[in-house]
């Protein structure tokens, strides 16, 4: 099993820029989730979703869209990249009381 | 709202020594609890995830207990190790949600 796999795993845009994040699961997981890690704020929820067609704002929702087409897949969409967004951003994938299993991250850099 | 604690922040101790991380919580209406460890520029690694009707999970030299009452919950390290040295964090999950809150966790150094 491969678990939670983001790519890409660096990145640096320039402010304005677009770009998505990808994530895949192969667990067969209902729950997938986006945080992001900045130091002294701990993880954040972004954006998460119960399954396929269905997805919620978290905490710190402004400037990221998401979707969920398929089980597997939980994509994160930056639409026009500003500095405050440069953060290192973790999926995650859970299903019932199994706990929560994380990507490797991406580490974003918005000049 | 639910707020996680984790103290201390850092914690450096000699090798050998058995250490105690601390995590409290204001809601205890939680599903779970979980640990994870964090090296530097990687991802999160679950360490013990103990469910809310337990009190405590063991992993080898790692102890984790609950006190879903007392909003509590510790980390106990055995023997530490240099291999150790690595940011721990606490997450919650609260009942009816797949969501999971942070701490904003405990970074150890554990020194030859």
């Known amino acids: 099993n491969a678990g939670v796999t983001q790519t890409p795993k660096f990145q640096v845009l320039k402010t304005g820029q677009s770009m998505t994040l990808q994530c895949a699961q192969d667990?067969?997981?209902?729950?997938m989730s986006w945080y992001r890690q900045d130091p002294g704020m701990g993880l954040r929820l972004i954006h998460y979703s119960v399954g396929a067609g269905i997805t919620d704002q978290g905490e710190v929702p402004n400037g990221y869209n998401v979707s969920r087409s398929t089980t597997e897949d939980f994509p994160l969409r930056l639409l026009s990249a500003a500095p405050s967004q440069t953060s290192v951003y973790f999926c995650?994938?859970?299903?019932?009381?199994?706990?929560?299993?994380f990507g490797q991250g991406t580490r974003l850099t918005v000049v | 709202k639910q707020e996680v604690t984790q103290i201390p922040a850092a914690l450096s101790v000699p090798e050998g020594e058995n250490l105690v991380l601390n995590c409290s919580f204001t809601?205890?209406?939680?599903?779970?609890l979980q640990w994870f460890r964090q090296d530097p520029g990687k991802g999160l690694t679950s360490l013990l995830l103990i469910q809310s009707s337990q009190r405590e999970q063991t992993s080898g030299r790692l102890n984790a207990s609950l006190d879903k009452s007392s909003g509590r919950s510790t980390l106990y390290i055995a023997a530490s190790q240099p291999g150790d040295s690595a940011t721990y964090l606490c997450a919650v999950m609260n009942t009816g949600f797949q969501k999971l809150v942070f701490g904003t966790g405990t970074r150890l150094l554990v020194s030859p």
């Open positions: 995650a994938s859970s299903f019932g009381d199994r706990g929560v299993f």
């Open positions: 667990m067969n997981h209902e729950y």
């Open positions: 809601d205890s209406a939680i599903y779970n």
